[in-house]
């Protein structure tokens, strides 16, 4: 009996056991008691039934209804996530980069940015004014807004916006009334807008004066032998201007552009007169001793690409940029880097600037000004300078605006730093075009001293195409009949610069205004 017991609370045997046995044997086990003879009588064998096949739960329509919409849910949104992974992604629309470039309509900017995207993601919005037509305010949070009023074309046009970035092409300061714009730089400034050079360096360069302040500062760096910098007195007001011990010289006054406000004073009765102007214009003044040159020389740097230009005057006026002049592209060399390297360190760091420097008659060289990104663009690769500036204020903007590092790249591939060397144009006939020709003369109008650097086109030698030497003291080319006059005597550079003065009569239609 104990066995049995055991065998019943064993688990694995009551779960052997036919259906129904447990329940049957305790059925009747509750309905009669046993006797102890009917416990000692043996179990009779029971043969097991057969098991009956179990009926079905009925379920409810209610459960069959919820789990059809569960089936159909997830059946529609795997469709929509298959459907969604074959479609291709829409590109998000990204709002385009606002550019202010601050120049005069005649070039227009808009058409070197157009195409170009900031990062390969961002369009480029140009908006051109010059300074006259701009307004402006500045917040603390919000930055800095512009009201623009421009006409183009006899239309008046009016917005406003919120520029991301500026190109400064334009003067910020004049003693011109009604050119002195210092406030707008302030208010960009004062919003932080970034810019082209830097608004901190523009804002320098509105006085002359000061800006050679800091070239004295390189001339005691470097000495007179690598940056030979021309003397000069500076006068805060007329009562201290005293007349010098040697005549000529040059006087300054105020702050001017393209030649202006310059005047050469032969003697101490002369020099006695501009002093009385000066008084009356109310304004600084400085003197330098006048260099009898026979060329200009201009270095300019734009980003890593450098060029060197000479330019003679023609028609003998002590100013080059006033009258006729012969403008041609010279070789780079390593002396015209450091100036311009060196003065490109100023205010900060100057992106765009250009070196000035006479080359006298005493075969030295005197540096008299530097400029900045206002300075007019010359010579025959004008559009290169151009592409080149374009590229420069990409890289700017993507470095401020998405703090992404690109190379400045060029429309010629050439290496970094690059270097311009001087080339002779082909032969051919006359040039009358108003493009850019090589090399050119530049003419300048006296009435727009502001375009008196401006130059325009002159004859093409027609000799040979052979590369030039590398190292040029003066201009040779003119046309087929005089270039073998300038080739007999290549190192007396006086003889030349006369024989050019001589032909200016044979040329006088053509450099006349």
Request: charge should be positive; charged fraction near 20%.
């Amino acid at each position: 009996m104990n066995y049995l017991r055991r065998r019943l609370s064993d688990s694995s045997f009551v779960a052997n056991l036919p259906n129904g046995y447990m329940t049957e044997r305790s059925s009747s086990s509750s309905s009669s008691p046993a006797s102890p003879a009917t416990e000692r009588r043996p179990l009779t064998p029971v043969t097991p039934a057969t098991p009956t096949p179990a009926t079905p739960t009925p379920v409810t329509p209610g459960f069959l209804s919820s789990f059809s919409s569960v089936v159909k849910t997830a059946q529609i949104a795997s469709a929509v996530q298959a459907k969604a992974s074959a479609a291709p992604a829409k590109p998000s629309v990204r709002k385009p980069r606002v550019l202010l470039v601050i120049d005069d309509p005649h070039t227009d900017w808009a058409k070197y940015f157009r195409g170009r995207k900031l990062n390969g993601e961002y369009e480029i919005r140009v908006e051109q004014a010059e300074f006259s037509e701009l307004n402006l305010a500045s917040y603390v949070n919000s930055g800095c807004t512009v009201d623009m009023q421009v006409n183009r074309g006899g239309t008046k046009v009016v917005r406003s916006f919120k520029p991301d970035f500026v190109l400064v092409r334009q003067h910020a300061y004049s003693m011109t009334p009604g050119e002195d714009f210092r406030s707008l730089v302030i208010g960009l400034h004062y919003g932080a807008v970034p810019s082209v050079n830097s608004l901190f360096s523009i804002y320098n360069f509105c006085s002359k004066p000061w800006v050679f302040s800091h070239m004295i500062k390189l001339y005691q760096n470097l000495g007179p032998e690598k940056f030979p910098l021309n003397e000069q007195t500076f006068f805060p007001n007329h009562t201290q201007m005293l007349p010098t011990a040697t005549f000529p010289v040059v006087v300054k006054m105020g702050h001017a552009y393209a030649g202006m406000g310059k005047i050469k004073v032969e003697t101490a009765t002369d020099f006695q007169d501009i002093t009385s102007v000066v008084a009356i214009a109310k304004t600084y003044a400085t003197t330098e001793p006048f260099v009898a040159s026979k060329y200009d020389i201009r270095i300019q740097k734009i980003g890593t690409n450098y060029k060197a230009y000479m330019r003679t005057s023609i028609s003998g006026n002590w100013k080059a940029n006033t009258g006729s002049a012969m403008l041609e592209q010279i070789a780079m060399t390593d002396r015209y880097r450091v100036w311009v390297d060196s003065c490109s360190e100023m205010f900060g760091g100057l992106d765009i600037c250009a070196v000035k420097a006479v080359h006298g008659k005493d075969g030295k060289d005197y540096i008299i000004e530097v400029m900045d990104s206002s300075m007019p663009l010359i010579g025959e690769h004008v559009e290169e300078d151009r592409q080149l500036i374009c590229d420069l204020v990409l890289s700017k903007m993507a470095s401020v605006l998405l703090g992404v590092t690109t190379p400045q790249t060029s429309t010629k591939t050439q290496p970094a730093p690059q270097t311009t060397q001087p080339k002779r144009a082909p032969g051919g006939p006359r040039s009358s075009e108003s493009g850019q020709a090589s090399p050119q003369r530049a003419r300048s109008a006296s009435t727009s001293p502001s375009q008196a650097f401006q130059p325009g086109p002159i004859p093409s030698s027609g000799a040979s195409s052979q590369k030039q030497p590398a190292q040029l003291n003066k201009s040779q080319s003119l046309t087929n009949t005089f270039s073998e006059t300038l080739r007999g005597n290549v190192t007396d550079d006086e003889a030349k610069a006369e024989t050019i003065r001589s032909l200016r009569q044979s040329f006088a239609s053509l450099f006349s205004d």
